[in-house]
Structure formats: C-alpha cells, structure tokens
C-alpha cells in the first residue's frame, strides 16, 4: 500500500523534470560519487587510510574532487547520454571519465600533501566506474519499473534463440510496455539454457508456458526460415489465443537481402516435368505478319499472352475486344510501348462478343483478317451457379461471333475450346462442346454461304493452364503462405496441365494448320495428380506437407470432394480418330455435330430458354445435344442465385 501510495509522486516528478535538470542531476551524482569513491578505495587500499586524519584531509580535498568530477563529466559530454541509451559507448566514457579524474586527484593530492599512496588511484578509478554505471542502470531499471506499474504490459516469448532473437531482446528490454519473457527454439542443444538472460524451451512447452506466463504476443525471429514453415509454426499457435508476429532479417531491412514479400514465387512450369516447346512460332510470321488479328477476351489470361505471342510476329494491327474495363485497360497499357516498337497499330475495343451491332461495325471498320476467340466463362462453379449466363456467353456469344466473321470475310477463326468439353458433366464444359457445334456448323457452310465465304474454322482444345486466374497453382501458393490447409478436390483427381506461354505457341501454330472445322487436340503429356502438384508446391516453397504418409508435417493437405459439376479425370477427345497435323505436339480430329437443321433448333431453343429466364428448359436444351451431360434439378443451395 505504501509503495502504491509513493508511485505516482514519483512518476510525476520524473515526469515533470525538464532535459537541463535531469543532465544537472547527473552532474551532482557524478560530483557526489567522486569523494564516496575515494573514502571508499582508502578503506579498500588501506583502513588506516581511512583514520581520523586522512578523514580530515578529506573533507577538506572532497569538494575540490567534487567539482572536478562535474567539469570533467560535463567536458567528456557523459550528463547528455540518456539513461535509456547507456551502453558499451557510455561505459567506455565513464570508463574514461574515472581514469581522468583519477590523474586529476593524484596531481592535486601530491600538492596539497596528502598522504595518498600512488595505488590507491587505480582501486578510485575502478570504483567510481562501478558506482557511476551501476547508480546509471538503477536508476533506468527503476524508471522502467515505474512507468510499467501504470503502463499495461505485453508480455512477449521468441520463437528463435539465435542471433536475431538475441537482438530483438536486447531491443525489447528497453520498451517500458513490452516484457520479454523467454525464447522458444527447436534446437535441443539450446533448450534448457540462458540467452541473453532469458530461459530457453522446448516448442512442446508451449501451451504450459503461455499459460502460466501470461503471453499475449509470440515473435517469431527467424528470417531465414522459408515462409511457409513460419507459416505453420504461426497457424499452430493461433488456437493458444496468441497474436504471433514476424521479424525480418537486418539484411532484409536495408535491401541487400529478398524479403520474404519480394521472393519470386515458384514458376507454375517447374511442376509438369517437362521440356517446354521452343519452336512453335517458327515459320508463323508469313500467316500472322502483315495482317490484322483480333483477339477475344484480350484481357484474360489466355487472350493476353495471344497479344504478346501475336506482337513478335509483327501483324499490322492487333485488336483487343474485353467486356472488362480494367483487364482491357491493363493488358493495352502492356502492350501499348511493344506495339510502338514492333510498328503495330493497337486498338483496344470495349464489348463483348455478343453485340452483334458491335460487331458488324468493328469487322467494316478494322478489316479484320484472323479471329482468335478466347472469350469466355471458364470457372466451373460460377458457371454452375449461373448457368443462363454462361449459356449466353460462351454459345450465343461465339454463334454471334462467328457468324459476324464469316460476314466479313474473315480468312482465320480460331475458337479456344476445353477439355472440360468431352462428354461434360458441368454447365461450363457443355457450352464450350455447343460453341464448338456452332463452329462446327459454320465450318462445313463456310464456302457456300455468306457473302464473304471462305472464312477457314478451327478449333483448339486443351486442359488447364498453370497460373492462370482462378488455376490451382495459385490458390495452393496462397494456402501455403497462410501456413495451409492446402485444399484438393481429391488426391487422385487428375487433370491436363500446360504453361500458358506453351499452349498459346501451339494454338497459334494449330490455327496455321486448319484447313476448316478441325478440332486441334494439344499433347499435354500424362494427366497430373492433384494430390501429387499440392505436395510439389508444398516442398516448393519450403514446407512440409502434413498427410497420412506423413503425419509430423507442417502444412496439411485437406480433401475437400468435387465441386457441383466436376469429373474425377479429364478426356480429350470424343472419338478415337486424332491424327497427326504437322507438330509433334498437335494432333486434328473431324468429330461428328448435329446437322445445320438440328443446329438451327439447338440455338433457337436455347435463344428463348434464355430470353425466358429458364433454368429448367436450357438445361433440357444441353442434356438433348451433349453427349455424357445430364440436366439436374435445382442448383445446390449453395448455388442457388437470382436468375439463375
């Protein structure tokens, strides 16, 4: 009760205290321990020393000692040091200070006629040192101590003994509302010891120790630990009710090492075990160069990387059509120094590939030569969810689409099909195998009809792209970097997997190729295992994958099942009749499609399922004219959107 009652007097005062009166404090301490030194080295040296006539002496000989000791502590600049900032640097000074004043009295004793032994200085100079940094961390312990009794405190454990722990310690101990508690490190020769004053335990303490010590913040000071096992060390804490903090390393801090948010991530064509292809684009310059090309869906992340494959073959004028402002405005602003270098003209176009008005005006306009259609809506759950509007895009989008180019006489479309489209079991595959029924049909009229006739029809098929928007490369880096679950739709799913860079060459080398209405299937190698790519990112970025075959790992991998609408493995063909098609890595098939009067139905009852708002009829419209599809009821509650 007493001491509570002291406190605040005290912090008031140690408040109130201006900077020139606490530098004269330090002065008068420094004045007043220079005779306590002296007394104190006669009784040490000699007791007789310290007899009534040595006492005598002085008295006399102190105050003069005194004032030396002010002026040489305010000459050396030791009153300006604050209490908080007093380290080896302060020591060595008043280190400095005693040997000075030491010298000083030694002069002055011999001409007053003390009789002070030469020895007795140095036992003065080791002394005042020791009283003069001693009263110093007193009193900046006591400070501390002070302004922590009204200060809340955060009570802080590291997690890493090594030397950046050891620094971050060091720092900590002089903040008044932090209070490092001990270190944790998985070293088993440092656990049990004392760093930095601190104890060191074992990480199986952990709960024990933040329990009984009260830790409320848990710092983790180990930059050289791959992210991703910070990551697992700070999600395993996070059910003991810590916050959990990291510390770069110095190097980081002054930019001569990576940070862990500069690291360059993990390139997604280091996980298909395969040689890319380098020759794609040889000899495509006499079918691209010169002319005018438009690329569909320019923004996304196939349409975007046609743009700058087309670029280096030096077409004349490279035309960009994106429903989405900011994808559009992103990849022209790419674009826009690469074109003015290669001589291209760049024109970036707002709309989508179902406005026909657009169209029509567009093709007159840019006399368009080569069509490569990558619009659409590709992500399997929304689709799902929104089926109408993934109807409407990807079937009637590429009818209105094809038709316009076929109008104008375009001499190339490609349409960029999937996969997902062999007897699909989701909305997004079936309008990808309707758009290529669409395409399919327009192909074998191309020569008969339409004024501009002879428009040249393709399709190119092929499985995922690795790093593309909503791919699963990405989401399992994200995962990882927040220390997991890593989420697979099942460990033995498998899927086609192929660079984005690989499959442009070879959908514009298969367009090349097209005589009318192939499908271009491309060789993606054997299909991957899910499971098998969420590992290989795992060990990618420095974790530990945490599964049945290895249950102390750091990261986990987490079933989750399919998705509405997803197929355990993937096809890529419909029929057994590919062939060979000039590249190693392509190969063209002629698959069976509906007659142009079938077609005609097709389209026209989907056009008034959509225009009605129908769920129910446009799925009738897809199970009837897609192999392997099954129309369902309702969409699962999780699914379940307005107008859809």
């Known amino acids: 009760m007493v001491f509570a009652s002291v406190l605040p007097p005290l912090l008031h005062l140690a408040r109130s205290l201006g900077r020139g009166q606490k530098m004269a404090v330090l002065v008068f301490i420094d004045g007043a321990l220079a005779p ?41 600049g030791i ?69 922590r009794s009204e200060t809340p405190v955060t009570r802080v454990l590291i997690y890493g003994a090594g030397m950046t722990g050891i620094q971050l310690v060091s720092a900590l101990k002089r903040h008044a509302a932090i209070r490092p508690v001990g270190f944790v490190d998985d070293n088993p020769g440092l656990q049990g010891l004392t760093v930095a004053g601190l104890p060191v335990h074992r990480p199986a303490r952990l709960p024990e120790i933040i329990a009984r010590q009260h830790i409320s913040r848990v710092v983790l000071a180990m930059p050289a630990l791959p992210r991703a096992r910070q990551a697992g060390i700070a999600r395993a804490l996070q059910p003991l009710g810590v916050e959990v903090q990291s510390v ?41 160069a010169g002319h005018t090309v438009l690329v569909t869906g320019a923004g996304g992340t196939i349409g975007a990387e046609l ?26 602003r790419e674009l826009r120094p690469l074109a003015e270098e290669a001589g291209v003209v760049l024109v970036p176009v707002l709309g989508s590939v179902g406005q026909a008005a657009l169209l029509r005006r567009l093709f007159a306009a840019q006399r368009i030569d080569i069509v490569l259609h990558a619009a659409a809506y590709k992500h399997v759950p929304l689709v799902e969810a929104n089926p109408l509007a ?28 999937s996969d997902k489209a062999v007897r699909p079991t989701n909305i997004m595959g079936a309008s990808k195998r309707l758009a290529e029924i669409v395409v399919q049909d327009l192909a074998a009229r191309s020569g008969a009809q339409g004024k501009g006739g002879g428009t040249v029809f393709s399709m190119v098929r092929f499985g995922n792209v690795l790093g593309s928007s909503g791919s699963v490369i990405p989401l399992f880096q994200e995962q990882v970097a927040r220390g997991g ?27 090349s190729l097209a005589k009318g209405g192939e499908v271009f299937l491309l060789d993606m190698g054997a299909p991957v295992r899910i499971g098998d790519l969420a590992r290989q990112v795992i060990e990618a970025m420095g974790g530990i994958p945490r599964d049945a075959a290895n249950p102390e790992g750091e990261i986990e991998i987490l079933e989750i099942g399919l998705r509405p609408g997803e197929k355990r493995h993937e096809e890529l063909l419909i029929g057994g009749n590919a062939r060979p098609a000039g ?62």
Not at 37 to 60: F, P, V
Not at 485 to 496: L, S, Y
């Open 36 to 76: 306590l030194a002296l007394w104190l080295a006669m009784i040490a040296q000699d007791s007789s020393l310290a007899g009534t006539g040595a006492l005598q002496g002085l008295w006399l000989f102190g105050p003069v000692l005194s004032l030396a000791a002010a002026a040489l502590a305010l000459a050396l």
């Open 248 to 288: 770069p390393s110095f190097a980081q801090m002054i930019g001569t090492e990576a940070a862990p948010d500069r690291l360059q991530p993990v390139l997604p064509g280091a996980f298909l075990g395969r040689a890319a292809v380098a020759d794609a684009l040889e000899g495509l310059a006499a079918v691209y």
């Open 583 to 644: 590249h190693p890595k392509i190969f063209a098939a002629q698959e069976r499609f509906p007659s142009e009067v079938e077609v005609a139905a097709l389209l026209r009852g989907l056009r008034e399922a959509i225009e009605e708002e129908s769920r129910p009829r446009a799925l009738q419209v897809v199970a009837r004219w897609v192999e392997g599809y099954e129309a369902t009821g309702d969409p699962p509650p999780e699914l379940r959107l307005s107008g859809t």
């Open 485 to 511: 679950p890593v989420t697979v739709t099942g460990h033995d799913v498998t899927r086609f997997f192929m660079t984005v860079e690989e499959a442009v060459a070879l959908v514009l080398r298969a367009g």
């Open 307 to 332: 743009c700058r494959q087309i670029l280096s073959l030096r077409p004349a004028r490279l035309v960009l059509l994106d429903h989405a402002e900011y994808a559009l405005y992103a990849i022209e």
């Open 79 to 147: 009153p300006r040091a604050r209490l908080k900032s007093y380290d080896g640097a302060g020591l060595a000074r008043t280190a400095l200070h005693g040997a000075a004043l030491a010298g000083l009295g030694a002069a002055l004793a011999l001409a007053a006629g003390l009789p002070l032994p030469p020895g007795l200085w140095a036992v003065f100079t080791l002394l005042f040192v020791l009283l003069a940094a001693g009263l110093r961390l007193g009193m900046l312990r006591a400070l501390e101590a002070l302004y």
């Open 390 to 417: 993934g109807l409407a895009n990807n079937v009637l989008g590429t009818e209105v689409l094809a038709r316009a180019a076929r109008a104008a006489g375009v001499k190339r479309f490609v349409m960029i099909s």
